[in-house]
């Protein structure tokens, strides 16, 4: 964990970024070079919202609709639903009627399939792909969370005031509820005088990349990831222990997020999180 200078983002933003979320997911193998057809997605927002789901109507829309009572002003929003094909290539019936039947009431809204199944790679990697001087805000959310109505400005406060550190890849929703590690895998301990605070490892439930970083990191992960003799190992880490874990179980592929750890390991960057006070992430 790493500290930075106290800064004041605001009060009226404290606890504004409230996730809920059942950590589970159905996970698939990626093949990276897969292209896909989007909609819209040349034309700028100033945020672009990623949904990515597979077979989990009810949770998708629980998240769906919190975005309808999220806040956004008068700026440019678009939410895109990303669903993934099973492996002989079916979409969810019923997830992508839920999808099309529901109404974005803030600004534009797609659902958007995959040609065949890419997995939680594919998700992940593929689905918001910037160019190096967009400024366009994104943020990806599996579909089982839920936001605080206040999100989005707490993105905007962060993105305006630490995309200038290229040593920030990101920002995570999560808060201090994150756990990779300590006795009982506990939370992290941050001291309260830090409104945020920087960690090694990126924070999945809610992320919103540094649009430099995240090209960086893209263009990084489609070359390291076809090294058949390359394995994306951080020493003492202990994400490092659980991809080892599902490799010998033969489901390696399930754990994107190693690559971007590994990566932020040898680009020495960090993730930006929130540190309010009370429950910033509900599990219930």
Same mark, same amino acid.
């Given at each position: ?23 589970? =997911? ?246 930006? =999180? ?11």
């Amino acid at each position: 964990m790493k500290r930075i200078k106290k800064e004041h983002i605001g009060s009226s933003i404290f606890g504004c970024v409230v996730l809920s979320a059942v950590f589970y =997911y159905t996970y698939f193998t990626y093949e990276f070079n897969e292209t896909f057809e989007k909609s819209e997605t040349d034309y700028q927002f100033d945020l672009r919202v990623i949904v990515i789901v597979f077979n989990r109507a009810k949770s998708m829309l629980r998240l769906l609709d919190s975005l309808n009572v999220a806040e956004y002003g008068n700026d440019r929003v678009k939410v895109e639903v990303w669903i993934d094909r099973s492996k002989d290539g079916k979409v969810d019936k019923i997830t992508i009627e839920t999808a099309k039947r529901f109404v974005f009431k803030h600004g534009n809204y797609s659902v958007l399939t995959h040609d065949k199944h890419v997995g939680i790679y594919g998700q992940w990697l593929s689905t918001w792909t910037p160019s190096a001087d967009s400024s366009e805000i994104a943020v990806i959310l599996e579909d089982d969370l839920t936001v605080s109505p206040h999100f989005y400005k707490y993105l905007k406060l962060v993105h305006k005031k630490y995309d200038h550190s290229r040593e920030i890849n990101g920002y995570s929703l999560q808060g201090i509820s994150i756990r990779h590690g300590g006795k009982g895998m506990s939370r992290l301990a941050v001291p309260r005088n830090n409104t945020v605070f920087l960690y090694p490892v990126l924070g999945t439930w809610g992320f919103s990349p540094s649009t430099r970083n995240w090209v960086n990191f893209l263009k990084w992960f489609s070359k390291a990831s076809v090294n058949e003799t390359f394995q994306p190992y951080v020493p003492g880490n202990v994400a490092t222990s659980w991809y080892k874990s599902h490799q010998k179980g033969g489901s390696g592929g399930n754990i994107w997020s190693i690559w971007h750890i590994y990566h932020a390991w040898q680009a020495k960057e960090y993730t930006l =999180y929130s540190n309010f006070e009370g429950e910033l992430l509900d599990t219930k």
